[in-house]
């Protein structure tokens, strides 16, 4: 099986890491319930590779992964060099995959990265007037990268997830933000919304994508410079 392969179904699925030998990522899924994220989805699997791809990794980068699901693109962060990684979701979905899954990854990930700082905390967008205490306690030490993968789906979403990238991003912060176009009404006002921000949004261009070989056309990662 590899990443390109449908694995929803599955309950428990592997996803390579780059390099020869490498262990991959075992996640756990649950597919049996009414949580979107307890599944991984095209977008992650593609804005995974994608982090493969990027030119000098991640090293040293503080990163946090807002709606992690299963949590594929935030322990792919760690494994390609951040130095700290942050993954949020809600109460349900932490318990029931990310946590779960950052532990059964923990060890790989820290002989693979020594030093990373990986991390789970539970975040809802609709209800945040506070950030989890870690977040709190550094107000001044914005991420560098940002990542949303399949969180971009129902209109209602959309000013709560840009919102809190704004009190998460600095001058510098790049968020890369991938979802399927299901609603392409609903993906434009995403798109706006960052621009209304005077944010520097752009799509990843189509051919590069396909050189993740990923077969959902549907499928779109974009770079946002939140500056």
Same mark, same amino acid.
């Given at each position: 099986m590899t990443i390109l392969d449908d694995t929803k179904h599955l309950s428990y699925v592997e996803f390579? =890491?780059? /390099? &020869?030998?490498? %262990?991959? =990522?075992?996640? #756990?899924?649950?597919?049996? %319930?009414?949580?979107? /994220? %307890?599944t991984v989805w095209d977008s992650a699997k593609a804005l995974a590779q994608h982090l493969h791809a990027l030119p000098g990794g991640l090293r040293g980068m503080r990163c946090i992964e807002l709606g992690a699901g299963c949590g594929l693109v935030g322990l792919t962060a760690g494994a390609c060099g951040a130095s700290q990684v942050h993954l949020t979701d809600l109460p349900s979905v932490v318990k029931s995959v990310l946590e779960p899954n950052l532990k059964r990854n923990l060890t790989n990930l820290k002989e693979r990265n020594h030093g990373v700082d990986l991390s789970v905390d539970a975040l809802d967008w609709l209800n945040a007037p506070c950030l989890p205490v870690p977040l709190e306690e550094e107000p001044?030490?914005?991420?560098? =990268?940002?990542? +949303? +993968?399949?969180?971009?789906? @129902?209109?209602?979403?959309? @000013?709560?997830?840009?919102?809190?990238? %704004?009190? =998460? &991003?600095?001058? #510098?912060?790049? +968020?890369?933000v991938a979802f399927e176009r299901r609603d392409s009404m609903v993906c434009d006002r995403f798109v706006d919304l960052c621009r209304s921000k005077s944010w520097d949004a752009r799509p990843i261009p189509k051919r590069q994508l396909k050189n993740l070989r990923l077969e959902n056309d549907e499928v779109e990662i974009w770079k946002i410079r939140c500056s």
């Open positions: 390579p =890491l780059p /390099g &020869a030998g490498a %262990t991959p =990522l075992g996640l #756990r899924q649950c597919n049996d %319930t009414l949580d979107h /994220g %307890t001044d030490r914005p991420f560098d =990268l940002i990542f +949303a +993968a399949d969180c971009v789906y @129902e209109r209602s979403l959309l @000013e709560p997830l840009v919102d809190l990238m %704004t009190r =998460l &991003a600095g001058p #510098r912060t790049v +968020a890369y």
